[in-house]
């Protein structure tokens, strides 16, 4: 069963625990300890079920293998890699590690999640479904209510808190809590690693993309995402979906990137509101700008 129909089981609570061990000696502990300290006896000394919300976490921190238990002891999983349990960066990291946990590490219980976050990326960010009322109408539309698990407010909710701490949404409560799908924070967040593990720091824009898919196959051409795209529709060819774009758009002006277009070179096409395509728009680079 996928984290999102564990609603008790928020970022901030995993996090929380995972933060704790992270320090602790060994990055350890024995499993009631664990929970009188994140949980302390008189905060729950009144609740018939005590310590739902810290046993929810924990369960889900187990079952996606951020932690392990051994003989009574909680661990964070060796099998991490050394800067997602390091530290000086583990928690840093941590939006990355839930990312990879969930969708890359053939974790079959987050395939329900891993859909539903592709699904909502491939909305249009400038005619969002911010409210559960307009995501049952578009899912109603594009005719993916029986690939989707979007079933009510409270997992979409859900899905909201988490696509906000994975870095691929934000939320206002401008007439109503909306939420926005721009994956600007997990681009920018993931750029040095897009780009450092080869030789050159300007690449074609749509060997880019590729690149990310793989890393997190919530974008287009990674497996999340095609599958939805065989739902709703498929994008024009060389097309990336407007979330995608803006993200990019943002992190030019912010300084991260250029993109370009040199003659010559496959182009890829970053449509802006109602599918408008400026001259801007028609790229066929990337270029890192190394801000650190």
């Known amino acids: 069963m996928s984290v999102l129909k564990t609603s008790l089981a928020n970022p901030s609570r995993m996090q929380g625990i995972f933060r704790y061990l992270l320090y602790a000696k060994e990055q350890r502990e024995k499993r009631e300890v664990l929970e009188q300290i994140i949980s302390p006896n008189k905060l729950v000394e009144h609740i018939n079920d005590p310590r739902p919300m810290f046993r929810a976490a924990l369960n889900e921190s187990l079952k996606c293998r951020l932690l392990i238990e051994d003989d009574s002891y909680i661990t964070i999983n060796p099998d991490l890699p050394e800067k997602a349990k390091s530290i000086e960066s583990g928690n840093q990291q941590l939006p990355n590690t839930f990312a990879n946990l969930f ?146 758009f943002r992190l030019q002006d912010e300084g991260y990137i250029q993109l370009i277009r040199e003659s010559d070179a496959d182009l890829t096409i970053l449509p802006k509101a109602n599918a408008q395509v400026d001259d801007d728009g028609r790229v066929s680079h990337i270029i890192y700008c190394d801000k650190s």
């Not at 053939?106 to 699904?119: L, Q, S, T």
């Not at 989707?148 to 409270?154: E, G, V």
């Not at 993931?190 to 196959?217: G, M, Q, W, Y």
Request: hydrophobic residues 35%.
């Open 103 to 248: 969708f890359t590490s053939g974790n079959k219980d987050e395939e329900d999640f891993g859909y539903d976050c592709a699904w909502y990326l491939a909305q249009d960010i400038y005619d969002t479904p911010g409210t559960w009322e307009d995501v049952q109408k578009k899912v109603h539309q594009q005719k993916a209510g029986e690939f989707l698990r979007l079933s009510n407010n409270s997992i979409f909710g859900h899905l909201g808190d988490w696509m906000c701490y994975l870095g691929l949404a934000w939320s206002h409560s401008l007439g109503g809590k909306v939420l926005v799908p721009d994956p600007t924070v997990y681009i920018r967040r993931n750029l040095k690693s897009l780009f450092s593990k080869h030789t050159d720091d300007k690449i074609l824009l749509n060997e880019f993309i590729n690149r990310l898919a793989v890393k997190c196959p919530l974008f287009e051409t990674g497996k999340f995402r095609e599958a939805v795209e065989e739902i709703i529709g498929q994008r024009q060819a060389n097309y990336l979906s407007t979330s995608t774009a803006f993200a990019l």
